[in-house]
């Protein structure tokens, strides 16, 4: 089971970048996994940004609400981050992983109670 993230990169403040997370070797629609988003500065541990359950349910971080989308597509296998109103502060290594506790994902999903990471995509916000 494995994740590949794409679609980042360098873009101007308030601009907007969409994240992809291809899963491998296993299919969303007949799994339990909930879906997570995380990123990752130098010398600081990885949050959790966002995440979707398999019903739907999201969940967002205070610091990209209003800003960021989380979704899947079950039919592609994939799941999305549509990013706009990108600031510097949201620089950072992008990773997804799964979960089978939806509960953690919707309330507090930290990086503890997920697997199977991809490698990261690279996101960095500067003019």
């Known amino acids: 089971l494995q994740f590949v993230e794409s679609g980042g990169g360098l873009v101007q403040p308030g601009g907007s970048l969409r994240l992809s997370c291809a899963a491998s070797g296993f299919t969303l629609t007949h799994t339990h996994y909930a879906i997570g988003w995380f990123r990752q500065t130098p010398g600081n541990e990885r949050e959790g940004v966002s995440c979707i359950t398999t019903d739907d349910t999201t969940y967002y971080a205070d610091s990209v609400k209003g800003r960021f989308t989380i979704s899947r597509d079950n039919a592609k296998n994939m799941v999305y981050l549509q990013m706009n109103t990108l600031q510097p502060e949201d620089t950072a290594v992008y990773y997804c992983?799964?979960?089978?506790?939806?509960?953690?994902?919707?309330?507090?999903?930290?990086?503890?109670?997920?697997?199977?990471w991809g490698q990261g995509t690279r996101v960095t916000v500067s003019s």
């Open positions: 992983a799964t979960t089978a506790a939806q509960a953690v994902c919707i309330t507090n999903p930290v990086p503890g109670w997920f697997e199977n």
